[in-house]
């Protein structure tokens, strides 16, 4: 059963690629004077295709607490694996920041080029300078940018530091922070959401994806504003959700409701 769930999953995951990735070709082609309303059109497609991708792979979300943000915001959350991105994809309009490496692989690469991904390389200053500044100019620009400050994948068992350089672009802009918990709910211990250590990115999809259902809490908190250092911002962040992230434990989760904004 596992492998025909992963086959049909599969297709129908390729089916959206397909489908959303012309589209997005098409808008960025005849929208490319109209930077805005570009990036608005490719964020709602973004959208369309986290939430399509988690119905495929019956990814059940449940999302407590809302943005309450009218302007842009950078959302910070703690990671746990690739699956991340479809959560937060169908919760959120909204652009990532992702490592350099993803920019080259195949199809993938150029989807997350379409989606308007800020490509950073930690390890070369003169990245995380630009990093910054593009970031802060899309939060001017009244779009969300999402952001994992562990700086990568983790075991899922406790929320690590997060690094602070990504709260610059917020303190910047004038922008506020929005902290978002992801926690991930089935009989794995890791979850199957988590991407260990030694595992290829396709070796983790296919166990995701012979998985039957995988149930996800998203927990939404209010803006962290009004703080000029970045550190503090980064703590405060780190705080809240790690509190959460242990209280939530032994939560149950059933719902599928995911919109936010």
């Given at each position: 059963?596992?492998?025909?769930?992963?086959?049909?999953?599969?297709?129908?995951?390729?089916?959206?690629?397909?489908?959303?990735?012309?589209?997005?070709?098409?808008?960025?082609?005849?929208?490319?004077?109209?930077?805005?309303?570009?990036?608005?059109?490719?964020?709602?497609?973004?959208?369309?295709?986290?939430?399509?991708?988690?119905?495929?792979?019956?990814?059940?979300?449940?999302?407590?607490?809302?943005?309450?943000?009218?302007?842009?915001?950078?959302?910070?959350?703690?990671?746990?694996?690739?699956?991340?991105?479809?959560?937060?994809?169908?919760?959120?309009?909204?652009?990532?920041?992702?490592?350099?490496?993803?920019?080259?692989?195949?199809?993938?690469?150029?989807?997350?080029?379409?989606?308007?991904t800020i490509f950073i390389d930690r390890?070369?200053?003169?990245?995380?300078?630009?990093?910054?500044?593009?970031?802060?100019?899309?939060?001017?620009?009244?779009?969300?940018?999402?952001?994992?400050?562990?700086?990568?994948?983790?075991?899922?068992?406790?929320?690590?530091?997060?690094?602070?350089?990504?709260?610059?672009?917020?303190?910047?802009?004038?922008?506020?922070?929005?902290?978002?918990?992801i926690r991930y709910y089935d009989d794995?211990?890791?979850?199957?959401?988590?991407?260990?250590?030694?595992?290829?990115?396709?070796?983790?999809?296919?166990?995701?994806?012979?998985?039957?259902?995988?149930?996800?809490?998203?927990?939404?908190?209010?803006?962290?504003?009004?703080?000029?250092?970045?550190?503090?911002?980064?703590?405060?962040?780190?705080?809240?959700?790690?509190?959460?992230?242990?209280?939530?434990?032994?939560?149950?989760?059933?719902?599928?409701?995911?919109?936010?904004?």
């Amino acid at each position: 059963m596992g492998y025909f769930r992963l086959i049909y999953r599969l297709a129908g995951l390729a089916v959206i690629q397909l489908v959303l990735g012309l589209i997005a070709l098409v808008a960025t082609a005849i929208l490319s004077p109209f930077q805005r309303t570009r990036r608005a059109v490719i964020a709602f497609l973004q959208k369309l295709w986290g939430r399509l991708c988690c119905r495929v792979m019956n990814i059940r979300i449940q999302c407590e607490g809302t943005t309450g943000n009218s302007g842009g915001a950078l959302l910070v959350s703690n990671h746990i694996g690739s699956v991340d991105i479809f959560v937060l994809a169908a919760c959120f309009h909204v652009s990532f920041v992702s490592k350099s490496d993803v920019r080259s692989w195949p199809v993938i690469g150029l989807l997350t080029r379409l989606a308007g991904t800020i490509f950073i390389d930690r390890a070369r200053k003169t990245q995380v300078i630009g990093m910054v500044r593009e970031i802060s100019d899309r939060l001017r620009a009244g779009f969300h940018v999402a952001v994992f400050p562990e700086g990568g994948a983790t075991p899922g068992n406790q929320v690590e530091h997060f690094k602070s350089s990504a709260f610059e672009a917020a303190v910047q802009a004038g922008s506020s922070v929005i902290p978002v918990m992801i926690r991930y709910y089935d009989d794995g211990e890791p979850s199957v959401a988590c991407w260990p250590e030694g595992i290829t990115f396709m070796e983790s999809m296919i166990r995701l994806l012979k998985h039957p259902r995988l149930n996800v809490l998203v927990w939404v908190f209010p803006a962290v504003t009004g703080e000029a250092d970045r550190r503090i911002m980064a703590d405060k962040s780190q705080a809240l959700i790690s509190k959460k992230f242990e209280e939530t434990k032994a939560s149950p989760v059933g719902g599928s409701s995911v919109a936010v904004e």
